[in-house]
């Protein structure tokens, strides 16, 4: 089993920053990717940022958030943080994480994290 512990999200003013941050823990043998997604009521999970954690891998972005989030890990912590500056009342959602992790003796599989609710609101 893996588990992935969220923190970070919270209430801020359009215009300021947060960082979340997702560490996973438990039976990893290697992780293959991370990444955040969101979702508000009613509408579809969404990705926000995502990196793939082979070498020469890409890290994608939503459009609505190109310019204004930027996803890094550090590797030693299986820790991916997302670092979301100039925010606006529309990132306001609950953010997962994403991880696709690999255990010993088991294929590839998805894992998320609990949620953190981010409100962006003056």
């Known amino acids: 089993q893996v588990q992935l512990v969220e923190s970070g999200g919270g209430l801020v003013q359009p215009g300021g920053s947060l960082r979340l941050s997702c560490a996973a823990s438990?039976?990893?043998?290697?992780?293959?990717?991370m990444g955040w997604y969101r979702q508000v009521p009613g509408k579809e999970r969404e990705l926000v940022a995502a990196?793939?954690?082979?070498?020469?891998?890409?890290?994608n972005y939503a459009n609505s958030v190109k310019g204004r989030f930027a996803i890094s890990r550090e590797n030693e912590k299986n820790t991916v943080y997302l670092q979301m500056n100039n925010l606006k009342p529309e990132d306001t959602a609950v953010y997962y994480c994403?991880?696709?992790?690999?255990?010993?003796?088991?294929?590839?599989?998805?894992?998320w994290g609990q949620g953190t609710q981010v409100t962006v609101s003056s």
């Open positions: 994403n991880a696709e992790v690999t255990s010993a003796g088991w294929d590839p599989y998805d894992y």
């Open positions: 438990g039976s990893i043998l290697s992780i293959n990717a």
């Open positions: 990196m793939s954690f082979i070498p020469g891998g890409t890290v």
